[in-house]
Antibody, heavy 122, light 108 residues
């Protein structure tokens, strides 16, 4: 059974660094044709893709947030970590991690975590 | 970057109705277009992948089609549990893998 679960602080102050952890089970982070992304959703707004780590440890980032984001993984712990520096109230959102699987015509986020709400406020 | 234009932004329909949601891409996506359902307070759920393929476990009243850069999600025999926001997303070539702005479906 594939599951993903996000964890991290619910509240951060402006200018602080946010660190979120996605713990996965039911698949390996180094399995071919799989990867994990972070996606966020501000209250009442649309989904925004942030960053992705491929099975070969290659990383890609949203161009608009690239300077503030770092994605990494610990395969032994089945965890993917996202850090976002210089947090701003506009970064208040629900943050999701999701598995991306590509096989044939399937190239989509097929499993999602429940999301973790992060509020940026002093 | 590829831009995704989704319409309408919201709609209201009755149980049993058929509704259609459209997503237009700014360039060809081949068939790398997915549809997700997000019920209130929940994480998104994959409904359709590869433009037209139904994800396992998704009711058959959901269907999709594609024509060039235009993609359509159809919900037949609308049910109360279909009240949600629906997003299209492209996964063509390299990131960013943009989502549309969403279509909120309300049941009258």
């Amino acid at each position: 059974q594939v599951t993903l679960k996000e964890s991290g602080p619910a509240l951060v102050k402006p200018t602080e660094t946010l660190t979120l952890t996605c713990t996965v089970s039911g698949f390996s982070l180094s399995s071919a044709r799989m990867g994990v992304s972070w996606i966020r959703q501000p209250p009442g707004k649309a989904l925004e893709w942030l960053a992705h780590i491929f099975s070969n440890d290659e990383k890609v980032y949203s161009a608009s947030l690239k300077s503030r984001l770092t994605i990494s993984r610990d395969t032994s712990k089945s965890q993917v970590v996202l850090t976002m520096t210089n947090m701003d109230p506009l970064d208040t959102a629900t943050y999701y991690c999701a598995r991306k699987w590509y096989s044939g015509t399937l190239d989509a986020f097929d499993f999602w975590g429940q999301g973790t709400v992060v509020t940026v406020s002093s | 970057d590829i831009q995704m234009t989704q319409s309408p932004s919201s709609l209201s329909a009755s149980v049993g109705d058929t509704v259609t949601i459209t997503c237009r891409a700014s360039r060809s996506l081949n068939t790398y277009l997915n549809w997700y359902q997000q019920q209130p307070g929940k994480a998104p759920r994959l409904l359709i992948y590869g433009a037209v393929s139904l994800q396992s476990g998704v009711p058959s009243r959901f269907s999709a089609s594609a024509s060039g850069t235009d993609f359509t999600l159809t919900i037949s025999r609308l049910q109360p549990e279909d009240s949600a926001t629906y997003y299209c997303q492209q996964t063509f070539i390299t990131p960013p893998w943009e989502f549309g702005l969403g279509t909120k479906v309300e049941i009258k």
